[in-house]
């Protein structure tokens, strides 16, 4: 036996084999199943996978109820809420496993786009462009849809662990005209968005992850810490930061929504901008997710220290104009 090898080393090693062989299995035979079986398929997965791994189960609606208590007033409305959006995290899993396999006309065709223009516009000042968003709707499909049209673009990407499956999925994200930024090392990652920026390139940003480290700024009705990274790199390189969502319609049609290019703070207090901005990508964020709520994954907080917003003492704005606004009267 070699040394430090232990049972539990290797049914961690097996798990990610077998997630590995499965995903390549799916990659594989997705375009021979029709699409009625594969979504049928897709929803039997999800309702199974929603009992099973009870514990983001009971995560999600903890920060339901504690996220939308006026909106969804009784428990029953929050479990459908939980259940809604575990299922479209599904969909897009299954969409973006149907992408690798899938013509560059195909992805155009099925996608349509909103608000092209500011995409153009920020990438006209030749600096490059933050794409900022969030874990919602299809947002694993927002590269491959922009890549389709013809738009350099990365995205930073938190590996797992196992190496394995790590070079696959870069592998499929390149085969979809996608190139893998690893968020770790930092300063390696921060070299290399860098480095696109420079190059007038998208870098996709996904900034939904409240949970240490971060700047305190109010969040669907809490204080959490959010992070800072896209706020310091769009300082630093002077790129544009642009919000970006994909998202699926009641006649299940997939739209990837460009909003206008966010209006950083700049004051010349670094410190000082630095956590105004942060607060005002949070708000553009928390737009997105109260648009769309059956669409966010709902697993972006700590389980501790959330703040009730009744103990907060002070309304928030979620529309992208009214947060900017916001921003600066604090400043």
């Known amino acids: 036996m070699k040394p430090g090898f232990s049972a539990g080393s290797f049914l961690y090693w097996l798990r990610y084999r077998i997630g590995e062989y499965l995903l390549r299995g799916f990659v594989w035979v997705f375009p021979w199943i029709p699409r009625r079986l594969m979504l049928w398929v897709t929803k039997a997965v999800s309702r199974l996978a929603l009992v099973v791994l009870w514990r983001y189960r009971k995560r999600m609606a903890e920060n339901v109820a504690a996220g939308l208590a006026a909106e969804l007033p009784t428990p ?18 299954q969409e973006t496993i149907a992408a690798v396999r899938s013509p560059v006309e195909m992805i155009r065709d099925t996608v349509a786009v909103e608000g092209e223009e500011h995409l153009q516009q920020a990438l006209a000042k ?9 874990h919602l709707g299809s947002f694993t499909l927002i590269g491959a849809r922009l890549a389709a049209a013809g738009y350099p673009f990365s995205v930073v990407v ?19 005209g996608v190139k893998t930024i690893a968020a770790k090392p930092r300063r390696e990652a921060a070299r290399h968005i860098l480095k696109a ?9 996904i900034a939904d992850e409240f949970k240490s480290g971060g700047v305190e700024v109010e969040f669907l009705g809490r204080m959490a810490p959010a992070p800072r990274g896209p706020v310091t790199l769009a300082m630093r390189s002077g790129a544009a930061v642009v919000p970006v969502f994909m998202v699926r319609d ?3 049609r997939l739209t990837l929504y460009l909003w206008p290019e966010i209006e950083l703070v700049e004051s010349g207090e670094v410190q000082d901008d630095v956590a105004l901005n942060v607060a005002l990508f949070a708000r553009q964020l928390e737009a997105m997710v109260r648009r769309h ?12 220290g959330r703040t009730p917003r ?10 992208p104009d009214q ?4 921003a600066t009267e604090s400043k």
């Open 126 to 134: 030749g600096r490059g462009v933050i794409a900022l968003s969030a």
């Open 250 to 252: 009641g006649q299940d």
């Open 76 to 93: 029953q409305e929050q479990k459908r809420l939980v259940r809604s959006a575990w299922d479209n995290f599904a969909r897009g899993v």
């Open 293 to 304: 709520p059956d669409q966010w994954n709902w697993l972006g907080f700590h389980r501790n």
């Open 323 to 326: 947060s900017r606004a916001a």
């Open 158 to 176: 938190k590996h797992p662990r196992d190496v394995g499956l790590a070079r696959l999925l870069d592998h499929y994200r390149t085969v979809v």
């Open 310 to 319: 009744a103990q907060m003492g002070r309304p928030h704005p979620t529309d």
């Open 197 to 205: 920026l420079r190059n007038n390139e998208i870098v996709l940003m």
